[in-house]
């Protein structure tokens, strides 16, 4: 911008100024949507907006919207227009006093907009990883080279409990589907191919959200940084693997339990249980 470090705060947010970008800093309190919480802070290439608008906003106050041009920020690519206006991480909601100022601002980010049109790559990093969330049918974790899901047995499918937990390395992958939490079926499907996919209870490679589960907040970041590894195909191989720790005893146990209850009810071959008993006591 003109002045380099000039700050705009508004509810929620703050933004500052700089000659070729925008740092979008959240606030952490109680109001404060909690994405906005979890994202804590993000810098914006100018290169990566797309469209500035300027809007009366509710009860006294005023909006800046910068809107990112499609396929630039994998978090926006990955909610597919699913988040709730007041989500919107790139929304600057300010007090009607400060419209001028504001009116001032849109204008210089409006002067740096030359780049219309989808891009080209990920122009604004995803979030950090390690990452994990709980499902209702399962725990999802990611590391930056692989997602693993590990099946709870209180809420997985006995489709799921016969595939066993699951791991998936991004060079395998060719998406991220993630229906919000929000809205009915909601889940975060890892997509590999064009097979038709089965339903989200069903899928091995999918796991599905409930009230409490897989909140916006946890699960979308998730799906952006899964998604930003696929797309670079294994540039995030660089970042560290998280050690696997070994299993509790009492949760291998738990889980044979289970896999007995649904061998004692005809769900599971005499085949497969011996197989899948071999394979959760070789984790202790």
């Known amino acids: 911008m003109s002045r380099m470090g000039d700050v705009l705060a508004g509810f929620h947010a703050a933004w500052e100024f700089e000659s070729d970008s925008v740092l979008i800093r959240y606030e952490r309190g109680i109001r404060t949507p909690k994405l906005f919480q979890a994202l804590g802070e993000r810098r914006v290439p100018l290169t990566a907006f797309e469209a500035v608008t300027l809007t009366p906003g509710k009860r006294g106050t005023v909006v800046l919207h910068a809107r990112p041009r499609p396929g630039a920020d994998p978090l926006m690519e990955a909610a597919d227009g699913q988040l709730k206006e007041t989500c919107d991480p790139y929304r600057l909601v300010l007090p009607a006093e400060r419209e001028t100022l504001a009116e001032y ?74 229906r919000s939490p929000e809205v009915f079926e909601g889940h975060l499907r890892l997509l590999r191919g064009e097979a038709a996919p089965q339903q989200p209870d069903q899928d091995p490679s999918t796991v599905v959200f409930g009230l409490g589960y897989g909140p916006v907040h946890q699960s979308l970041p998730f799906a952006a940084a899964v998604l930003a590894a696929v797309r670079s195909r294994g540039a995030a191989a660089v970042v560290p693997a998280v050690a696997v720790a070994r299993r509790d005893p009492a949760d291998i146990a738990e889980r044979i339990r289970h896999l007995g209850e649904l061998h004692q009810a005809g769900l599971v071959t005499d085949e497969e249980f011996s197989v899948k008993k071999a394979e959760l006591l070789a984790e202790l």
Do not use: H, I, N
């Open 105 to 178: 601002y849109a204008d210089e980010l409006r002067a740096r907009l030359s780049e219309p049109g989808p891009a080209e790559r990920f122009l604004v990093d995803a979030p950090e990883v390690p990452l994990s969330f709980k499902a209702y049918d399962g725990k999802a974790s990611f590391d930056g080279t692989t997602v693993r899901f590990r099946w709870f047995w209180t809420g997985a499918s006995s489709a799921k409990w016969k595939a066993g937990d699951q791991s998936f390395p991004v060079t395998e992958l060719s998406g991220v589907e993630w």
